[in-house]
Nanobody, 113 residues
Framework: QVQVVESGGGLVQPGGSLRLSCAAS????????LGWYRQAPGKQRELVAT???????NYADPAKGRFTISRDNTKNTVYLQMNSLKPEDTAVYYC???????WGQGTQVTVSS
């Protein structure tokens, strides 16, 4: 059974950076379609970025130019490098694994001075 665990969240000042990690168990990680989503208080969960098994990436408009999604199949891990963070990036960030449709528990990112 595949399990997903996110880490790397925290409190950062505007303009700062964080790198989120999502580790997934199982032997088929290299075949998975992976995504990062976020949910701010009072708002719906929204897409941040995705990466295919071939490494093709896609970003939502708020993430373009500031965030980078990547994967390391040798470590069964997907990353989200977030730079130039803004207060509006504050949210719980979730990792999603397809096609098994698994979500992690989320990691809190707070951008505040």
């Amino acid at each position: 059974q595949v399990q997903v665990v996110e880490s790397g969240g925290g409190l950062v000042q505007p303009g700062g950076s964080l790198r989120l990690s999502c580790a997934a168990s199982g032997s088929r990680f290299s075949t998975y379609f992976l995504g990062w989503y976020r949910q701010a208080p009072g708002k719906q969960r929204e897409l941040v970025a995705t990466i295919t098994r071939l490494g093709i990436t896609n970003y939502a408009d708020p993430a373009k130019g500031r965030f980078t999604i990547s994967r390391d199949n040798t470590k069964n891990t997907v990353y989200l490098q977030m730079n130039s963070l803004k207060p509006e990036d504050t949210a719980v960030y979730y990792c999603n694994v397809q096609p098994v449709d698994l979500w992690g528990q989320g990691t809190q990112v707070t951008v505040s001075s």
